[in-house]
């Protein structure tokens, strides 16, 4: 793989942490609407860090969740349970981002929180067996 490809990857998955700790603040500050954002973003980073490694990415997010769930999940290099990660976690960020009167919960968020952790260890997981970290 072209070290470019690795470098990027790896850059994704640092924006994957920085979400991840976006989330952290807002959930402690009682931001459950934009804990459920940053949770999300965090997965969608871990997930263009994988498509990376391939030189896939797409100015939509619906094109950059099909690749990695054709090429990932249905293949079972990643458990379905990602697929469902990923699927939660964006129909929580939309409706905290689009709705009027959303109210996220302080369990809502707590949840999508864990999820998004669990799905960066998965896509850390998945780079220390191809070596990319």
């Given at each position: 793989m072209e070290s470019s490809l690795i470098a990027l990857a790896k850059y994704r998955l640092e924006c994957c942490q920085d979400a991840i700790e976006d989330a952290k603040i807002m959930y402690e500050h009682g931001r459950f609407k934009n804990t459920l954002n940053r949770a999300y973003y965090a997965i969608f980073y871990a997930i263009r860090a994988v498509n990376a490694t391939q030189s896939f990415d797409s100015s939509k997010h619906s094109g950059v969740i099909a690749f990695f769930n054709q090429h990932y999940v249905k293949t079972g290099i990643?458990?379905?349970?990602?697929?469902?990660?990923?699927?939660?976690?964006?129909?929580?960020?939309?409706?905290?981002?689009?709705?009027?009167?959303f109210i996220a919960s302080k369990?809502?968020?707590?949840?999508?929180?864990?999820?998004?952790?669990?799905?960066?260890?998965?896509?850390?997981?998945?780079?220390?067996?191809?070596g990319i970290y």
């Open positions: 990643f458990p379905k349970e990602a697929s469902k990660i990923i699927k939660e976690a964006s129909e929580n960020r939309e409706r905290a981002d689009y709705l009027d009167f369990k809502d968020a707590e949840i999508q929180l864990a999820k998004a952790e669990r799905f960066q260890a998965l896509v850390t997981e998945y780079f220390k067996n191809k």
